[in-house]
């Protein structure tokens, strides 16, 4: 069974740009969080998807978005990108809402803003 | 508002040492769930337990044992026997039945020393 898929793995972009980041989870998984891990701020939760419903957002500003497909895959963007954005963005998949059982984690994309 | 303390930034112990690693949390609800992951350098986060607020039995799984004590709000994590593929990151997180934010700490790096 393939695991938690997240493309692409790096990524290098410029101030005021935009970026999506696409996660495809593990098949039959109906839920998809998304989390930034910084060194200064650790893994802060973004949002989390639950057949293509956004059930839960944590405390980022508008430019971070994101959508989930009916195939549960999702996507995330942030637009207007700033310096601060640089970071590891972890998409994890589960079957269940997170609360309710083991979340799946892909490997990552690295955002690099210049 | 749900808290994810993990006190200990770093931590060295040499190769077949018992280290217990803390995690104390805070949250208002009397439902909710605690987990443990593992992010070795690879980068990937490794689901290692989920345990909800009414199970406060210790659970044991070959070398890890897990403390859960409602009375301090902790749930520590000890590797006893420790060995060099337990070097990594560690991370506590929470997450209240009111919603599926998962809240992490900041986590703990672990390096054993062969």
């Known amino acids: 069974k393939a695991g938690v898929t997240q493309t692409p793995r790096y990524l290098i972009k410029t101030r005021g740009q935009q970026v999506t980041l696409s996660c495809s989870p593990i098949?039959?998984?109906?839920?998809v969080s998304w989390y930034q891990q910084t060194p200064g701020q650790g893994l802060q939760f973004l949002f989390e998807?639950?057949?293509?419903?956004?059930?839960n957002k944590g405390n980022f500003p508008g430019r971070f978005s994101g959508r989930q497909f009916s195939n549960s895959r999702s996507e995330m963007n942030v637009s207007t990108l700033e310096l601060g954005d640089s970071a590891l963005y972890l998409c994890?998949?589960?079957?269940?809402?997170?609360?309710?059982?083991?979340?799946?984690f892909g490997p990552g994309t690295r955002l690099t803003v210049l | 508002a749900q808290k994810v303390t993990q006190a200990q930034t770093e931590i060295s112990v040499v190769e077949k040492e018992d280290v217990t690693l803390d995690c104390v949390y805070e949250?208002?609800?009397?439902?909710?769930?605690l987990f443990w992951y593992k992010q070795p350098p690879s980068g990937e986060l490794v689901f290692l337990i989920r345990?909800?607020?009414?199970?406060?039995q210790n659970e044991i799984s070959g070398r890890y044992s897990w403390n859960f004590q409602k009375s301090t709000s902790s749930f520590n994590f000890t590797i006893t026997a420790s060995q060099v593929v337990d070097s990594a990151v560690y991370f506590c997180?929470?997450?209240?039945?009111?919603?599926?934010?998962?809240?992490f700490g900041k986590g703990t790096r672990l390096h054993i020393l062969p």
């Open positions: 994890a998949s589960s079957w269940l809402p997170p609360r309710a059982n083991e979340q799946f």
């Open positions: 098949s039959g998984h109906r839920s």
């Open positions: 998807y639950f057949s293509e419903t956004q059930r």
């Open positions: 949250t208002r609800d009397t439902t909710y769930y």
């Open positions: 345990r909800n607020s009414f199970d406060e």
């Open positions: 997180a929470l997450s209240e039945n009111r919603d599926d934010k998962i809240i």
